[in-house]
Structure formats: structure tokens, C-alpha cells
């Protein structure tokens, strides 16, 4: 924004204020990857001044270059979530509400898809509900922040479906005596065999080496999601 001093900041108006004020983004940014990760990946958070952020709620369109863009309110992944819509391409710019693909897991039989059920708002019903409403555009791409577009998005989404219950199973069975390490092998678990049975070769070890940062904190956003239902 600094860079480009005429554009203006299009986004969810529950993190509107948040890109005004940072301080609290900050604060739970280094509570989830620690002060050490933050200062190297973003130095600091610069403010937006106010008069240059527009709330996108749901329906909200924009024109780029007489491309029409729809904002979509779709909570499941974060409440301050939207994912655009591009009808020109039928395509979906989709942050992480549909998942993150990591190419180097990639076979014959295409992408595979992982639920980043981070911290802090996971939520499985509204996430559910988020996705079946999105393949009513009958999408026919997925463009996604982590990492790069993939195609026939209706075996994928099914595949997000499958891991939300699969989720919720595996936190409600959790240990509550060593919960973190718990969730994170039950979630490993999950992955290394629909890896197996997706076709990948790679070994236990290069795949711990893609996903074991994703899996952590995986495990984190189901643990706060047990603790919100009471089940510290």
C-alpha cells in the first residue's frame, strides 16, 4: 500500500479495523508463530490509513480492467474470510477457504489437498456450508494463495469435506492429557495415508519435511476449537 499510493485495500469488514489498527494482528500473529518468525517474515505491520480501506460485504463487486471480481462472505476457515470470484475465467480466488496444495505432493492422479484448520477461528458447520455454496458457481478453477491454480475443483472440494469430519473425529479423540501432540499425530496419520492411497512415493520423511509446519498448526486451531466447546 505504501508502494501503490492510490490504491485502496478491498477487505472483510470484520479485518478492516485490523488493517487500520494492527496491533492486535500482531500480537496473535506472534502468539501463533512466535516473535522470532515474525520479525523475519514481516519486520512490522504498517497501518492503512482508514480513508483508503473498503469493507467488502458479501456481494460486494469491484471492476479491474472491465473485469468484475464478487466478494463472498465465507466463513469456516476465519470469519474475516472472502473469496472472489472472477466469472470471467469461472475461477476462484479462494485464500484458504479451499485448502492448500503443495505441488511437490502432486501424482497421477492430481492435486492433493490439505484443511488448514489454523488458529483461531476454525469453525467445521460453517466451513461445510461455505463450500457447498461456493460449487453452486460451478467453478471450473481454484486459485490458490498456497500455492498456484488448480482445475475440476469438484474431486478436491469433496476431498475438504471429508477432511472436516475427519478432523472433528480426530480432535473430540484426542488425549487431553498430551493434546497438541495428539492432534498433531492424528492429523499426520490422516494425510500420510490418503497420500498412500493418492498415489505418492515419497517417503515419510520428505512428506513430514512439506507438512510438519501445516500439521502444528493444524493442531493448534483444532485445540482452541476443542477449548471453545469445553473440551479443554
Known sequence: MEQLPKAQLIVHPYGARHMIDPT????????????KAFKRDYLELVPIPEQRVLE???GFTVELAGR???????????????????EQSRGFFSGDTLGISYRELDT????????????V?????AWHQTLNRLMTYQPL?????HYCSVNNPAPLVEALHRALDAYV????????????QSLKQGLRDYYL????????????????????????????GLKIWLKRRGKT
Open 24 to 35: 492486535k494482528i500482531e500480537a496473535g500473529t506472534i502468539a501463533v508463530y512466535g516473535e
Open 56 to 58: 467488502a460485504e458479501d
Open 68 to 86: 468484475k471480481l464478487l466478494c463472498l462472505d465465507t466463513p469456516g476457515h476465519a470469519r474475516h474470510h472472502i473469496t472472489i470470484w472472477d
Open 108 to 119: 497421477e492422479n492430481g492435486p492433493f489437498m490439505i484443511l488448514p484448520s489454523t488458529p
Open 121 to 125: 477461528q476454525f469453525d467445521p458447520n
Open 141 to 145: 478453477h481454484i486459485y490458490l494463495t
Open 169 to 180: 473425529e480426530i480432535a473430540l479423540a484426542s488425549d487431553p492429557e498430551n493434546r497438541h
Open 193 to 220: 495415508k490418503g497420500l498412500r492411497q493418492h498415489g505418492s512415493d515419497l517417503s515419510e520423511e520428505e512428506i513430514d519435511a512439506i507438512l510438519n509446519m501445516d500439521m502444528g498448526l493444524c493442531a493448534q
